[in-house]
């Protein structure tokens, strides 16, 4: 396993570069003309899905308690929340953005890297392209998802890095790099000064895997904060701030303080040739990604046997030790929506009863649902044995009948995945649902346009912003 910062460049320099440097330059010195379509395709699709499931987040209980603390911290119209426009500083908004797209655990994830890298860079991103263009300085739509594309690249790699269990939020720690990424590719910095930001993201590292553990409402919070983290970080650097130079892999970088265990060979090789966008998996589903491959197979397995709740005896789950860990925990009668997007027997009891699992599917009242309840109780959940600390799939789904007959379902790749995309139809229709009480229906085609043309476009926050934000 890679632990050290040295490394061979290859293209990307001298023998002699630091990981650090590879990173960087690649972030600030590949043109746009390099970036392929592929990338930018999946780019696209998967801008849309962030800001959708960003307008749906304005649904969170402690939205307005969190943007009242964001008024809070500081005066300025430099930036728009996604629903309602509400205008703060940039690093606020990108805070608060971040927070709705993550949520509703409805966000896309890398789920080699176990990172939601889109939502704080897209998060970030907008931020600084709007206060750009309120400053008379309109960010392109091409300049834009370079940006977002490299910013990925950045914190996927970094995330993907991991070879051991996840000791903090990686989904924010890691996805922090992508925020200051997007932010450093926009600002046009150089080596030094995006060396120097970068740096100071280790003093803002922003996730504890406690919140996880408990279900907490802070998990989004986190993800807001790793938005913050990226602007913050810039706005530091461009003023002659400075943060250590090993920012990754010193002997107190990130990686050793984060992900002791991991090796970064593979994804510096990669540079240039995988891009980590085309590599985003979709969530059908408003819950934990590790609750997806289960939620697949009984789906599969109601459809294939025609299998009604009222049918099923038992159901049991053989999963990978991130999903133990992750999802494996137990139904509990004073169940909150954020421990139930995080809970297996609770989702794969609604899939049972509904079919599917939807926005709705987490309201008060669901959640505290007897019929749920005493479904949920009849889940077990068992290791499979899987070496790979890191690896959603694959899962296996047994679902034993009433009348003695036991159903089997093994998941390789779930419902949204790279290896198993999400249908278009079924992408329009998931961002119809975002949008549904908040903007109105005609808004998804003309985002769906917008976006189609985004690389056309002269200014970013002007093509996207309006179609946003719900007017009087």
Not at 96 to 102: D, K, T, Y
Not at 271 to 279: I, N, P
Request: net charge neutral; hydrophobic share 50%; charged share 15%.
């Amino acid at each position: 396993m890679v632990l050290d910062g040295e490394h061979n460049a290859g293209s990307m320099g001298a023998m002699t570069d630091t990981a650090e440097t590879i990173l960087l330059r690649h972030l600030l010195e590949t043109s746009e003309a390099a970036i392929p379509e592929a990338a930018r395709d999946a780019a696209r699709v998967f801008l849309l899905d962030g800001l959708a499931v960003g307008v749906a987040g304005m649904a969170h209980t402690a939205r307005a308690g969190l943007l009242a603390a964001a008024r809070g911290w500081g005066a300025g119209a430099e930036a728009s929340l996604w629903g309602d426009g509400a205008a703060l500083p940039a690093p606020q908004a990108a805070f608060m953005n971040a927070f709705q797209a993550h949520a509703l655990e409805f966000d896309a994830i890398h789920e080699a890297a176990v990172v939601h890298a889109m939502t704080p860079t897209v998060a970030a991103a907008m931020a600084e392209a709007e206060n750009q263009g309120r400053q008379g300085r309109p960010v392109s739509g091409a300049r834009f998802m370079a940006a977002v594309i490299l910013g990925l690249n950045l914190a996927c790699t970094i995330g993907a890095a991991a070879r051991g269990p996840m000791r903090f939020f990686r989904p924010a720690t890691a996805g922090m790099f992508g925020a200051f990424g997007a932010v450093a590719r926009l600002r046009g910095f150089d080596l030094a000064m995006a060396s120097a930001g970068a740096g100071l993201l280790l003093g803002q590292i922003p996730g504890t895997m406690q919140a996880h553990s408990e279900g907490s409402m802070a998990l989004p919070v986190q993800m807001g904060f790793a938005a913050m983290a990226g602007l913050r970080a810039a706005d530091l650097a461009a003023v002659g701030a400075a943060g250590p130079a090993q920012w990754l892999t010193g002997p107190f970088g990130f990686l050793k303080l984060t992900e002791p265990e991991h090796d970064l060979t593979p994804g510096l090789a990669a540079l240039g040739s995988t891009w980590q966008v085309t590599r985003l998996a979709h969530k059908p589903f408003p819950s934990g990604r590790l609750t997806h491959p289960a939620i697949d197979g009984v789906q599969r397995l109601m459809a294939a046997h025609k299998v009604r709740a009222a049918d099923v005896a038992a159901v049991r789950l053989y999963l990978p030790p991130l999903a133990m860990r992750l999802v494996g925990r137990p139904i509990k009668p004073d169940l909150t929506g954020n421990y139930a997007r995080l809970c297996l027997p609770y989702v794969v009891a609604r899939t049972l009863l509904s079919g599917s699992v939807g926005l709705h599917d987490f309201s008060e009242a669901l959640v505290r649902d007897p019929v749920t309840h005493a479904l949920a109780a009849r889940v077990a959940l068992h290791g499979d044995g899987n070496g790979d600390e890191n690896a959603v799939v694959p899962q296996r789904v047994e679902i034993e009948l009433r009348n003695g007959a036991v159903l089997d379902q093994r998941v390789e790749a779930a419902l949204g995945s790279p290896e198993n995309p999400l249908p278009r139809a079924a992408q329009i229709a998931k961002v119809k649902a975002c949008f549904a009480d908040i903007l109105p229906e005609d808004r998804v085609g003309a985002l769906v346009a917008a976006i189609t043309d985004l690389e056309k476009t002269q200014d970013t926050a002007a093509s996207l912003m309006s179609l946003l934000v719900r007017h009087p």
